[in-house]
């Protein structure tokens, strides 16, 4: 039962342009999500997260917006960089569920020059 | 201020023996999670610690696998009798606040890459 789902594994994006990234989820006890970005052979480091009380947050160049209507977010990455080369996992948590994550599949960007 | 430090990096077993694997928090830390990695998959949760108790452990099969993570010292997470499905990267996480709180960010640590032979 994969309650965070990222249907794109893989995505290539131009450098300078937007890069975007999405994630569905299907519990609708969900209400923190986060956005980790993880290199190979190195652990996920955390990009930026939003709780269901708020629609959009913004950092630098990360943006990650919320549709709790249609249980989706996204994480728009502008202007992409060739370091921003990775795989991008969505995490979710809810209140009172001993803050455990899960996590999606996860989808491997590529930023090309 | 040292991030989540995990050791070894890599561990190589033959089926039967026993993984352990170690991680330490970052400064300040009091909350530990494990995650296990298998191949195209995403990270899936284990086990949940505070100091000497265990939290959730709803996500670690039944048998050959516990977690400690006690008063001094790293958190263990501990594999007896290792088969080749337990092959996978095992990642640990801390964060300073716990259960009930809406911003839980993890920090993750390097993993511990084990193979079993």
């Known amino acids: 039962d994969q309650q965070v789902k990222q249907n794109s594994p893989s995505l290539s994006v131009q450098e300078g342009r937007i890069s975007i990234l999405n994630c569905d989820y299907t519990n609708s006890m969900f209400d923190y999500f986060l956005w980790y970005k993880k290199y190979p052979a190195e652990g996920p480091t955390f990009l930026i997260s939003i709780s269901s009380i708020k629609d959009k947050n913004e950092d630098g160049r990360f943006t990650v917006f919320l549709n709790k209507s249609a249980k989706h977010l996204s994480l728009h990455i502008v202007p992409s960089q060739p370091g921003d080369s990775a795989v991008y996992f969505c995490?979710?948590?809810?209140?009172?569920?001993?803050?455990?994550?899960?996590f999606g599949t996860g989808t491997r960007l590529q930023v090309t020059l | 201020n040292a991030g989540v430090m995990q050791n070894p990096r890599h561990l190589v077993r033959r089926r039967g023996q026993e993984a352990r694997l170690r991680c330490s928090p970052m400064k300040g830390h009091s909350h530990v999670y494990w995650y296990r990695q298998l191949p195209e998959e995403g990270l899936k949760f284990m086990v949940y610690?505070?100091?000497?108790?265990?939290?959730?452990e709803s996500g670690m099969p039944k048998e050959r696998f516990s977690a400690e993570f006690p008063k001094e010292g790293p958190s263990i997470l501990r594999i007896q009798q290792v088969v080749r499905g337990d092959s996978a990267a095992y990642f640990c996480?801390?964060?300073?606040?716990?259960?009930?709180?809406?911003?839980?960010?993890?920090?993750f640590g390097a993993g511990t890459r084990l193979s079993v032979l």
């Open positions: 995490a979710a948590s809810a209140t009172g569920t001993a803050s455990k994550l899960t």
């Open positions: 610690l505070q100091k000497e108790n265990i939290i959730d």
């Open positions: 996480a801390s964060s300073p606040t716990g259960t009930n709180l809406a911003k839980n960010i993890q920090y």
